[in-house]
């Protein structure tokens, strides 16, 4: 498969680009790119098809021509996760598996039940760790972006961080007998997706750690942000298969997973 | 949560059964319950809240008492995957989560590009290792029918599933640009679910190991079984994703995941 490659710069109107920095001592030192090969270039959320033109190993510079744009990859129903930390390596897996899938980003929280505490120093070289595995699944996966990823080691840190996103939709997986189902939450939607209008939605789903989110923490997601408890029906899912099979489901409504057009755009 | 227990009998009308034989051996002198103690147990895909009355420990059997029905957690439409052998534990890590979303059986098959090749004793081995993980993610998510786990190791196998279960659409997922969109098979089948009218659909979806199927299984798959090629959009999703991914967005079209109807049946 061809590789892909992700730049924090943007490409537009550019015929030729010299990559230089971190990134091209990393092409021209350690993969050792020649000229005439060809790769798929990500330059801020868009991809293009490239030819490396030529190497000077010593300077640590690629020089790299567009031959063509991309299809973009990315559904435009934005869908967040909002994760319990959980025990082992089920995050690793969570956040390789939602990148696949199409997740836009992902927020690892902190819980009253989480059994794994990590102090500042566990908590950063996590956060790396997470990081580097969206970094490759969305190489892998053929993304356009590389799904964020964030930790939350308090409850005013999941706040913040909700508050800058602004979901239009809040949907807390639950195995609460009183929790709508998920087609309805979506076809029904109240709060702030009622000003949604023709737009793509922005939607965040929080799953819980293995032993579910605590009231406390259920009442601050309803409470400022109008949380919608809802259920994906009778059988119960492991945290680390929850997200998934959710983030699937929104994806496949808004038809971002196969769609009604047929062909891929 | 409490214990899940399944059985291969009925019963039906019965308020009074005694649980023998390999069984009785298991919870009378294996788990040693006590009577008082509550389990659900599933009888043939009925689930009922029992309790135990009596332990006959030296005999090795266990007399019950059916408090009252549960709820029905199976999906009505009942959804397949044919699975290629995949490397490592891939395919105990796809059924242990289809399980969990709801398949109701699993076909792993050799494939021509399966690096893994599986003698007829290492097969068997396997197959019970796989039938073992079905049954406990069942039991943990609480369904009501352990799904069935077979092997194929040669390609008139996979026909021979495929012509018993006789699904109505069989989807092939592909990477292939002129695959149709999951949605758009889903909502304007052909072929044998044309005369679907009414009944809850069986849908079989076949994913390939990490090399994919090869060009002769694609054609054996659209000859004998009139499979479509179906996209799950443009990222490209693992073959350890891709069918829980599947499944997820085809029990969220028949409201199998949290449906319309709201709250939990």
Redesign the interface.
């Given at each position: 498969m061809m590789p892909r490659l992700f730049f924090d710069r943007d490409a537009a109107g550019q015929q030729h680009l010299t990559i230089d920095g971190e990134q091209g001592h990393h092409f021209a030192r350690v993969l050792r790119v020649r000229p005439g090969e060809q790769a798929a270039m990500v330059f801020n959320g868009s991809a293009y098809l490239a030819e490396v033109e030529s190497v000077d190993s010593k300077a640590g510079t690629v020089a790299v021509r567009i031959l063509q744009s991309l299809?973009?990859?990315e559904?435009a129903a934005r869908v967040y996760l909002v994760q319990g930390l959980a025990k082992g390596d089920k995050v690793e897996d969570i956040v390789q598996?939602c990148t696949?899938?199409?997740v836009a980003g992902v927020l690892v929280c902190a819980t009253a039940r989480s059994v794994v505490q990590l102090d500042e120093r566990k908590a950063a070289a996590k956060i790396d760790r997470w990081r580097r595995i969206a970094a490759e699944a969305a190489s892998?996966?053929?993304?356009d972006v590389i799904p964020s990823v964030d930790f939350a080691g308090t409850g005013s840190q999941v706040t913040q961080w909700l508050e800058r996103l602004q979901p239009d939709l809040l949907l807390l997986l639950d195995e609460d007998?009183?929790?709508?189902?998920?087609?309805?939450?979506l076809?029904n939607p109240g709060g702030r997706q009622a000003g949604l209008a023709g737009r793509p939605p922005v939607i965040a789903i929080a799953v819980g750690p293995e032993g579910g989110w605590d009231e406390t923490e259920r009442m601050r997601f309803r409470d400022e942000f109008q949380a919608v408890s809802?259920?994906?029906?009778?059988?119960?899912?492991?945290t680390q298969?929850a997200g998934?099979?959710?983030l699937?489901?929104i994806?496949?409504?808004y038809?971002?997973?196969?769609?009604?057009?047929?062909?891929?755009?």
């Open positions: 299809p973009p990859h559904p598996r696949e899938v199409g892998q996966s053929q993304r007998e009183t929790a709508t189902g998920l087609k309805h939450a076809h809802v259920s994906l029906g009778p059988r119960i899912l492991r298969t998934q099979t959710a699937s489901a994806l496949y409504e038809g971002e997973l196969g769609g009604e057009s047929g062909c891929r755009p």
